[in-house]
Nanobody, 115 residues
């Protein structure tokens, strides 16, 4: 069983920054794929950033240049540094991992960008 726990969400003004963190509880195998998705009210869940070990990170066009995904594989952590936040970034952000053929999701953390 894999558990993902997010932290770091909150309320921020437009132009501000937040860092989300996700801690994965796993057994003895490495996690090859980790990333972040988000879901705004009334919209489908969408990819924000996705990293595979040994490959560059994939970012959605809407966050490219503003968001950066960092991994700490020794601690099974993944962070999402979010800069220049916009009201359109308001959503619940979910941590995601794929182990073998099984996807796992965190419970989500709310990010609200508003003045």
């Amino acid at each position: 069983q894999v558990e993902l726990v997010e932290s770091g969400g909150g309320l921020v003004q437009p132009g501000g920054s937040l860092r989300l963190s996700c801690a994965a509880s796993v057994t003895s195998f490495a996690i090859n794929i980790m990333g972040w998705f988000r879901q705004a009210p009334g919209k489908q869940r969408e990819l924000v950033a996705l990293n595979t070990i040994g490959h560059s990170t994939l970012y959605s066009d809407s966050v490219k240049g503003r968001f950066t995904l960092f991994r700490d594989d020794a601690k099974n952590l993944v962070h999402l540094q979010m800069n220049s936040l916009k009201p359109d970034d308001t959503a619940v952000y979910f941590c995601y991992t794929l182990i073998g053929a099984s996807p796992y999701w965190g419970q989500g953390t709310q990010v609200t960008v508003s003045s």
